[in-house]
């Protein structure tokens, strides 16, 4: 099993930036892909960015290409997502999920099966 726990959610004007952080426990060897995820309400929930735990490639959605960064520490096996420049359209709930999967299936939450509680980021205009 592993655990992911997040922090870092919040709200902020558009324009401003957060940074969310997800804290990976237990077997996390299982896992090559790191992902943070998103839901709007009403909304099927999105894939936002995404990093290989072994070689740090990163993957991201259209909507957040410059804007967003993902990262890891791997001494404390935390995943962050620096987020700039943000949107109202960014508003969601974050989650941060874990698994092994393939690099062209990333972005699908489906493929991926340790999920974080969620964290909540609200962008007011």
């Known amino acids: 099993q592993v655990q992911l726990v997040e922090s870092g959610g919040g709200s902020v004007q558009a324009g401003g930036s957060l940074r969310l952080s997800c804290a990976a426990s237990?077997?996390?060897?299982?896992?090559?892909?790191m992902g943070w995820f998103r839901q709007a309400p009403g909304k099927e929930r999105e894939g936002v960015a995404a990093?290989?735990?072994?070689?740090?490639?990163?993957y991201y959605t259209d909507s957040v290409k410059g804007r967003f960064t993902i990262s890891q520490d791997h001494a404390t096996n935390t995943v962050y997502l620096q987020m700039n420049s943000l949107k109202p359209e960014d508003t969601a709930m974050y989650y941060c999920?874990?698994?092994?999967?393939?690099?062209?299936?990333?972005?699908?939450?489906?493929?991926?099966?340790?999920w974080g509680q969620g964290t909540q980021v609200t962008v007011s205009s």
């Open positions: 999920a874990a698994d092994h999967v393939t690099r062209d299936t990333w972005y699908n939450p489906h493929r991926y099966s340790y």
């Open positions: 237990g077997y996390t060897y299982m896992t090559n892909f």
């Open positions: 990093i290989t735990t072994g070689g740090s490639s990163t």
